[in-house]
């Protein structure tokens, strides 16, 4: 099976740039792309400086999306944002002000991966921090998820006016150059013993934050103190980590082009078709009929793609897109224990979808949600994942009314469970909600669920500026027609 590769060097452009990650991409496409991946073929994607947050989140869901193993090379800075305090990695337009607007945030590389199965994703990282976010960082150590193995460092602030060297990542680049491909915590550590010298030159005394799946985990952090010439960090593996209903109910995965492909900034994929028509191109549609929508630019994730938050944009811009379908996203481990061992009740709704048996697919997450009511109570995240999983079943057999009152149910429950306003979570679900309303063509159904948005999106008034008057336009215009 071919393996992926995704090659990403981001820095900011001007006096905010503490690394220079893009002068590590040469050494690593010099290196066959077999030996890259650990596959006898492999297809190879390079972003070097992408402007867009947008266009990162669009080239690591395509290889997320991929069957075979998936290897990360990432290099570059991260910053906090300063509204939510969540490491960002910094990108070519990306200032201390502008963190939230122009970085990617580094919880989306989680999101992207969590569903992927265990033991075919190695991350590596060379990622260098700013003061405030190094010490951020001393008790918030990165994660890419339970199923992902995270090898490499991030490195404190090189001293004033001085660009720091990918001294890690060049190193794990001239290894592979050799045409062998050693283990990987073996890759790990001997790329380490070269650099060690190095950068005790330039920061003596200043250790590294290290990473190796260790005792804590693929993502945990290995060592927090200097890396040691021909240090061992026990290699425990993947934790226990039943496959994701991913591997056995998702639809064809987004073929890499063959080849090696550089991608600057990255022209939009061809769209896969979607389940239903069922996304305008506009960032909310109106409830009053409409002409057929375009299609989409950005591409449909396979049936089942995770749940996720769009890019924030700075204020004064449109609403956020039209969020993507989340249909079978685990929340967690326990959501899959839920299940008795022998069933895959994942994979038995999305084949009734498929098979245009709505009702049964429904039927199917009702059950399964009653179960877990009665398991974990209300409230719980394994309830909320079914009634998710409800509100995508409504938007597949298209029913954007049903749809939009189950993902107004799902939000109101996640704030009545002490969940914040602007978690991902609660954003995404009134997200979702008010996308499934601009469907909703009964006037009368449109005003009365348009008054419960309303309601909700002055409590959530999302990430961009607009939503909410958006939905009392919307509502004053429906007024006129009664």
Request: glycine share 8%; net charge neutral.
């Amino acid at each position: 099976m071919p393996g992926t590769v995704l090659l990403l060097a981001a820095s900011p452009v001007g006096k905010g740039c503490l690394v220079d990650a893009a002068s590590v991409l040469p050494v690593l496409a010099a290196v066959a792309p077999s030996v890259l991946s650990g596959t006898e073929t492999a297809n190879v994607v390079e972003l070097a400086d992408p402007l867009e947050p947008q266009a990162v989140l669009t080239r690591l869901r395509a290889a997320a999306t991929s069957p075979g193993p998936l290897t990360m090379f990432v290099t570059g800075q991260l910053q906090l944002d300063r509204r939510q305090r969540l490491p960002h990695l910094a990108l070519a337009r990306t200032t201390p002000a502008t963190v939230r607007y122009t970085a990617f945030p580094w919880h989306w590389v989680a999101e992207e991966l969590r569903l992927r199965p265990p033991g075919l994703t190695s991350v590596f990282v060379d990622l260098h921090a700013d003061a405030d976010t190094w010490t951020h960082l001393a008790g918030r150590p990165l994660a890419v998820g339970p199923a992902t193995a995270l090898y490499g460092r991030v490195a404190p602030p090189p001293p004033r006016r001085t660009v720091a060297q990918p001294t890690y990542m060049r190193a794990v680049a001239t290894i592979l150059r050799s045409g062998h491909r050693p283990p990987l915590l073996q890759l790990h550590q001997q790329a380490l013993t070269r650099t060690t010298g190095e950068d005790a030159a330039a920061r003596p005394g200043t250790p590294d934050l290290l990473f190796a799946p260790g005792q804590g985990g693929p993502g945990a952090p290995a060592s927090a103190a200097a890396p040691v010439a021909g240090a061992v960090v026990a290699e425990t593996g993947a934790p226990p980590f039943p496959p994701g209903p991913g591997q056995s109910w998702a639809g064809q995965p987004w073929p890499p082009a063959p080849g090696f492909t550089t991608v600057t900034s990255p022209p939009p994929l061809p769209q896969a078709p979607p389940p239903a028509p069922f996304a305008p191109p506009a960032p909310f549609a109106s409830p009053a009929p409409q002409a057929p929508p375009a299609p989409l630019t950005p591409p449909e994730p396979p049936l089942g793609a995770p749940s996720r938050v769009e890019p924030s944009t700075p204020p004064g811009s449109q609403p956020p897109a039209p969020p993507q379908p989340m249909l079978m996203a685990i929340p967690n481990q326990a959501t899959q224990q839920e299940s008795s061992p022998s069933s895959d009740p994942h994979g038995e709704i999305t084949a009734a979808v498929r098979a245009g048996r709505h009702g049964e697919a429904a039927g199917l997450a009702g059950r399964r949600e009653e179960e877990a009511l009665r398991a974990y109570g209300p409230g719980s995240e394994q309830v909320l994942h079914w009634m998710e999983v409800r509100a995508d079943l409504a938007m597949f057999a298209g029913d954007p009314e049903r749809s939009c009152r189950t993902w107004l149910a799902v939000a109101v429950a996640r704030l009545d469970a002490g969940q914040a306003a602007d978690t991902p979570e609660v954003e995404s679900a009134v997200d979702r909600a008010h996308h499934q309303w601009g469907r909703v063509d009964d006037p009368a159904r449109a005003r009365e669920l348009g008054s419960e948005l309303a309601r909700l999106r002055l409590r959530v008034p999302g990430r961009r500026e607009g939503a909410l008057d958006h939905v009392q336009e919307q509502l004053r215009q429906l007024q006129t027609q009664a």
